[in-house]
C-alpha cells in the first residue's frame, strides 16, 4: 500500500497534492519550497488509478507528519484499506511524534499505541467574506496613536530585512528574509505593515497563493492598540474581491478570540500525539 518516494517521477504530483491544503499541511509546503531537504523518509500510497492519496513525512528531527488527499473518497473505501495499512506502518514505525489534523487522527486512532495526544494550532477558515470596515485603532496604550498618524500599505522586498527584524522580537521561530523574498518574487504571497514615524509596527502576510493567512504580529510596545486588526482587515480588504478561501494556523487564545470576531471559524485542529 505504501511505497519509497521517488524525487523525479513523484515530486511534482505529491507536491500538487498537498497543496490543495496549505492550512492543513503548511509546514510541509513549506518544506517543498526548501527541497524536501528537513526530511530522510517519504513514503506515498497511491489509489488504483495512480494518483497519490497520502504522504508520509518523517523529518531529521524524528517527528512524523501525514497529508492526506482531500479528493479521496472515504465512503468508497468499504474496507478501509488505506487506513488499515497506515495504522500497521505507525504501529511499527520508530517516530518521537505524529504531528496530524485531528480529523484525520480520529479515522485511524483505534489500534494505534501512544502516550499523549496534545492539541496544537487550531486550523481557521474565514467564513465571512464581505469587506471589512476598517476598525478604529484604540487609544490609552502605550505606542498607541491616532487612526490618521499612521501608514497601513502593501509591503516591498526591500521592507522585508524590517519585518524579519520585528518578527525576531514577537516569535520564537519565523521565516528568514529570504523565505519571504522569493514568496513575494513568485507572487505566492504578499504582505502589509503599518508604519508610525517610518517604523514598522505591526504585519500581516498571506503565503501559497493567498490562500494562507501567516505572520500577523505587532510590536510588543505597540500591542493592545488594534493594529493586528487593522493591519489584517487590511491585507484581507486587498484580496476579497479576488475568489480566494482563507484559512490560518493560530495557537495563541488571544489571537483566536480576534480572529472569530474577524469571522474566522475552526474547521479543524493539530494534534501531537507522542510515541
Known sequence: ???????????????????????????IC???????????????????SGEIILGV????????????????????????VLFTSLRSYLTQMDYKTLIIPKTLFMKIEKGIPY?????????EKLVRREPYALS??????????????????????????????????????????????????????RAYGIWIDGKLVSVAQT????????????LPDYQGCGFSRFCLQTLINSILPEPYVFYLQVENPIAINLYHTL????????????N
Do not use: W
Not at 5 to 20: A, G
Not at 30 to 48: P, Q
Not at 263 to 274: A, M, Y
Open 115 to 123: 502516550r499523549q495526544a496534545r492539541t496544537g494550532a487550531e486550523i
Open 57 to 80: 513525512f518523517h523529518r531529521k528531527s524524528g517527528n512524523l507528519q501525514i497529508a492526506l488527499n482531500p479528493d479521496y473518497d472515504f465512503e468508497a473505501d468499504t474496507n478501509k
Open 207 to 218: 503565503d501559497f497563493f493567498d490562500e494562507v493567512i501567516v505572520g500577523v504580529a505587532t
Open 30 to 48: 513549506m518544506a517543498f519550497e526548501a527541497s524536501l531537504s528537513v526530511y530522510k523518509t517519504i513514503l506515498i500510497s497511491e489509489d488504483e
Open 263 to 274: 469571522g474566522f471559524e475552526r474547521v479543524d485542529q493539530i494534534l501531537h500525539v507522542t
Open 136 to 189: 478604529r485603532l484604540k487609544g490609552g496604550a502605550k505606542g498607541c496613536v491616532p487612526l490618521e498618524e499612521i501608514r497601513c500599505e502593501k509591503l516591498e522586498a526591500d521592507d522585508l530585512n524590517q519585518v524579519e527584524a520585528l518578527y525576531k522580537l514577537v516569535f520564537k521561530g519565523h521565516p528568514s528574509e529570504d523565505y519571504m523574498r522569493t514568496k513575494l518574487d513568485m507572487k505566492r504571497g
Open 1 to 27: 500500500m505504501f511505497r519509497q518516494f521517488d524525487i523525479e517521477m513523484d515530486y511534482d504530483r505529491l507536491k500538487k497534492m498537498v497543496y490543495k491544503t496549505p492550512a492543513l499541511n503548511y509546514f
